[in-house]
């Protein structure tokens, strides 16, 4: 990864409420534009996948991610990132219904 720069700050108007709140949308220009690999992005989601995990430990119709990584919900983050730009308008919806319906087993 690159040295952390100098502090900045922006302004946004009319942004999608989804991508403000996913974090898969907010890393995909770092990872186009090379500032990050994609192995180094699927190690932080792995890290950060655990951490959910615990998170939900009392939930019990929650699915862990950890530690095989293989399911759905880990999917659908990865492809999130790693597929962000393949989406019409940076949308998230085609990824997360496609992935909903998975996990569905349509």
């Not at 898969?24 to 950060?48: A, I, N, S, Y």
């Not at 951490?51 to 430990?57: C, E, M, S, T």
């Amino acid at each position: 990864m690159v040295p952390e720069g100098e502090a900045f700050s922006a302004t946004t108007e009319n942004v999608d409420a989804e991508f403000v709140t996913i974090a898969g949308p907010q890393l995909v220009v770092p990872v186009h534009h090379g500032f990050c690999e994609g192995d180094q992005v699927m190690e932080t989601l792995k890290r950060m996948a655990t951490v959910v995990d615990g998170q939900n430990v009392d939930d019990p119709a929650y699915t862990n991610m950890a530690p095989t990584f293989d399911g759905v919900a880990f999917q659908a983050a990865s492809d999130l990132v790693l597929k962000g730009r393949e989406q019409p308008n940076g949308y998230t919806e085609p990824v997360l219904h496609g992935r909903r319906l998975e996990a569905k087993g349509h």
